[in-house]
């Protein structure tokens, strides 16, 4: 006698694919949103400076030229990266206090060849562009994280002893959307093609143990 398909083995698939389609589509979605997010960020480049965000505005900033002055500097911190004539070395990153009318900020002074050594530098007044403060969070909080992240103001001129920082690159942002929608659909496609063969072969052998 054939074996009857699994019902619950069978539902367990299903709502599995229907999420990777789901998925999928969902970062087609993405892409879109992105494709829009830079366009906005290429018309940054040649907006006017703004004023450094008193608040947090979201992405809509990233790019845009502006200023803004550190009251003192709170903590030095350093990540890898490279400079504007693409040497590698270690971004000086500072927190600033701004005073009380205003978060704090957060400033990449410049470039430094060696990751030991702290600046010498005791604040004032910064003007550069706006960029992502580093994210150290862990990568599947940052995919349902949708909150505005932290905003840095690179300097235009680095401090002394510091290498330039690079220029704005759009190219820095990534947009992989439509490989990963493709990834989740390939997923799927697997998972329902790999259950079919499994029940081909499961009736199969229903049908070899007849007498």
């Known amino acids: 006698m054939k074996r009857p398909i699994p019902a619950v083995a ?28 830079l366009d906005r960020y290429a018309a940054n480049l040649h907006q006017p400076p703004i004023a450094w965000p008193r608040f947090g505005t979201g992405d809509d900033a990233l790019f845009r030229k502006s200023s803004a002055y550190c009251l003192r500097p709170l903590q030095f911190s350093r990540e890898a990266g490279r400079g504007a004539d693409g040497t590698r070395g270690w971004r000086q990153i500072v927190t600033c206090a701004t005073g009380a009318e205003g978060p704090g900020l957060t400033v990449q002074l410049g470039v430094a060849a060696s990751p030991t050594g ?45 290498a330039a920082n690079p220029a704005p690159d759009l190219s820095s942002v990534p947009n992989n959307h439509l490989a990963y929608a493709v990834q989740w659909f390939i997923f799927a496609a697997l998972a329902l093609i790999i259950y079919g063969l499994a029940l ?12």
Do not use: C, N, Y
């Open 118 to 162: 702290q600046p010498a530098w005791t604040g004032g007044e910064v003007t550069g562009w706006i960029s992502h403060a580093p994210d150290h969070r862990a990568l599947i909080a940052g995919l349902f994280d949708h909150g505005p992240k932290p905003l840095m103001l690179v300097a235009t001129t680095p401090i002394a002893g510091l």
């Open 200 to 211: 081909r072969r499961r009736s199969r052998g229903s049908i070899s143990q007849e007498p």
């Open 10 to 37: 069978t539902i367990v698939v299903l709502v599995a694919v229907a999420a990777m389609i789901a998925l999928g589509v969902w970062q087609l979605q993405r892409r879109h949103e992105k494709l829009a997010a």
